[in-house]
């Protein structure tokens, strides 16, 4: 992880030279803004379809994200990915431990751990309208949707955790810009909607003439927030370096609640450094 | 411009502070707690995971409720984790299911069954060492043995007999390629052996594939539901399997399929498949007998097991859970056979294709 984190660092520091160059912009301009953020999160979880064993990652994330910004309308498409190994919390060095034997007589020990990999994945794309405000005011209100696409993958000897929820959220941002360098900005959103997967309640995906995937799939279904309930909230400090670049540190952490075929939850923080280009 | 800087992140700092230590402090009300790690809960968990997910009780005719007051009180929270595993094996055996196993994550205690499983009249067996059958001597047979993906193998017996040997279920693509181009080859060969002795299991799907490359018509061979609530009856509506001619052109000349006691699970779903089709002759021992999905749960000791929660049936509603499919003919290879280089079961089979 520390190595993703160097080159953050260094066009960190590069572009701090940068910020003497600086000009006043207009708030909110119309602008293109493309950027990479890397860190690390925890995420835990309980599905009690497979297991009662509360399972934690604490996976490494890169998110690709691209915002367009008018005088009216914010856009923002986010790409993330989180792996890391995948443990029960509180029984984290499980082994398994097999004998085979041939019909030769020859016997061979092997040993697996149990633990297994957590992946996820997330794409969404938001659209909000800014509340107009004076530009005197520090202070910017955005609402609109998001519509993401996340994917829980989590590997090993159950398929616990396991699910992918296609939503709809309404979000609304508030950002406090400090001056022309610093800027806050805090999010929150809740889906209302969900074409969501989950494996069923025999935990199989198999299915004539299907491909695993094609199984997993075929138990999808519309749902709302009485099934699945997964608030989320953002706060993100952005450093303005010039005209054209910056970095930031975003707080994000998020949990689900999905109450079929048996209960899930889950709970998610991530950190994450970014740095971005606007043009 | 430094103080700013520090403004701003202590604001974020005072705003995401507060989120961690309350999210962490929170963990258990959003997310629940696990069940306490004792003997007795331990036993209540895997006998009521059974009760909710097992789907061959009325097969089987198992006294579900039965058996929890005879072993229950077999349990105590004093007992060891080897005292706990024998009561749960104890269990379980009564089962008589293939694909019911235990895997506790302690280096004393191995996993259970570790081989095929059979408990009838009380007996029990449990066949730990396939000596039926090994990929080794059938070389001497087919020194020509291709390897063409991870599970599938062929080659040329004498007197242009083809072979073809099945150990797993690779992904439908790979399959799809490996049999395509296989059967082009062998096309001209008078008859084919299928090996589906060291088979042990896979996706049913890729098996419903693999019989449709000797299928000239469109044939039921398989029904399968699962559970899908508490109640010993709650299930799914019952999926039909067909078997579809699949490639260029299906095999249609004389096919034997080689079976043993270690082909399961989607080898008999295979095998149920090419039962079904009239030019197929099945040779050998009787297969395992456990046909459904077996997904993995947990304990609270962090053990897993297996349950089976599937109740598939032949095409006639024979169900073979249990009692494994029996071959066209017996014929049963050895360890000392295996030993002196010779396999009884594939002999049988060329001599079958030569006729």
């Not at chain 1, 600086?22 to 835990?44: D, F, H, Q």
């Not at chain 2, 089987?60 to 105590?76: E, M, P």
């Not at chain 2, 009856?233 to 490639?247: I, K, L, M, Q």
Request: charged residues 20%; contains cysteine.
């Amino acid at each position: 992880m520390k190595k993703l984190l160097y080159p953050l660092v260094i066009c960190t520091v590069l572009m701090t030279a940068q910020a003497q160059d600086y000009e006043k912009r207009p708030w909110m301009p119309l602008e293109n803004r493309i950027g990479l953020a890397l860190g690390i999160g925890t995420v835990t979880y309980l599905d009690k379809n497979t297991s009662p064993l509360i399972y934690r990652s604490k996976p490494a994330n890169v998110r690709l994200f691209y915002n367009l910004e008018s005088n009216t309308f914010l856009f923002s498409l986010d790409i993330d990915f989180r792996i890391g190994s995948n443990q029960p919390k509180y029984h984290p060095n499980r082994t398994l431990y097999f004998r085979e034997e041939d019909y030769t007589g020859k016997t061979e020990d092997k040993k697996f751990p149990a633990g297994g990999s957590f992946m996820a994945g997330r794409i969404s794309l938001g659209t909000y309208y800014k509340i107009p405000s004076t530009q005197e005011s520090t202070f910017k209100v955005a609402v609109g949707g998001r519509i993401s696409n996340e994917l829980f993958y989590p590997q090993g000897w159950t398929v616990a955790g396991m699910f992918n929820a296609l939503s709809f959220s309404p979000e609304g941002l508030v950002q406090h810009r400090v001056n022309e360098h610093h800027s806050i900005t805090a999010s929150a959103r809740i889906p209302v909607a969900a074409w969501l997967t989950r494996p069923p309640y025999d935990n199989t995906a198999s299915a004539p003439d299907k491909t695993m995937v094609g199984g997993f799939f075929s138990n999808a279904r519309w749902v709302s927030v009485d099934q699945f309930l997964a608030p989320a909230i953002g706060l993100r400090y952005d450093y303005q370096f010039n005209q054209r670049w910056g970095a930031g540190i975003n707080y994000e952490a998020g949990w689900h609640s999905i109450t079929s075929p048996q209960p899930f939850r889950s709970l998610n923080q991530t950190l994450l450094a970014n740095v971005y280009h606007n043009f | 411009m430094k103080t700013i800087l520090t403004n701003c992140l202590r604001k974020l700092i005072m705003f995401a502070i507060p989120g961690l230590f309350i999210m962490a402090s929170c963990e258990e009300e959003l997310i629940g707690t696990e069940p306490v790690n004792t003997p007795v809960n331990n036993f209540d968990y895997f006998w009521k995971t059974f009760d909710n997910h097992y789907g061959l009780f009325e097969v089987k005719q198992i006294d579900w409720n039965g058996l929890y007051n005879q072993y229950r009180k077999q349990v105590n929270d004093q007992m060891t984790d080897a005292e706990l595993y024998v009561v749960l094996t104890n269990l379980i055996v009564q089962l008589n299911d293939n694909h019911v196993n235990l895997y506790p994550t302690n280096s004393e205690l191995p996993v259970f069954p570790g081989g095929v499983i059979r408990y009838e009249n009380e007996q029990l067996t449990i066949l730990k060492v396939q000596k039926d059958y090994s990929l080794n001597v059938v070389k001497n047979y087919v020194p020509n043995l291709k390897q063409q993906t991870e599970f599938i193998r062929y080659g040329w017996l004498s007197d242009n007999i083809g072979y073809l040997n099945i150990q797993g279920t690779d992904s439908q693509k790979d399959t799809q390629r490996a049999l395509d181009k296989i059967l082009s080859e062998l096309q001209n060969t008078q008859a084919l052996i299928i090996d589906l002795r060291g088979h042990y299991g896979g996706m049913d799907a890729v098996s419903q594939l693999v019989a449709g490359y000797f299928s000239q018509e469109t044939k039921l061979y398989m029904t399968s539901r699962k559970r899908n609530g508490p109640g010993h009856n709650d299930f799914t509506s019952v999926n039909e399997w067909y078997v579809r001619p699949a490639g260029a052109a299906p095999y249609t000349k004389p096919v034997y399929v080689l079976t043993s006691r270690f082909t399961q699970s989607a080898g008999e779903t295979l095998s149920l498949a090419l039962k079904e089709l009239s030019q197929v002759t099945f040779i050998g021992d009787t297969t395992a007998g456990g046909l459904s999905d077996n997904p993995n749960f947990e304990m609270p000791n962090g053990w897993i097991f297996s349950v089976s929660v599937g109740d598939y049936r032949a095409a006639d509603g024979t169900s073979y859970e249990g009692k494994g499919i029996p071959p066209d003919q017996f014929v049963r290879t050895d360890k000392e056979d295996l030993l002196a280089g010779k396999d009884p079961v594939l002999e049988q089979g060329i001599a079958r294709a030569r006729q």
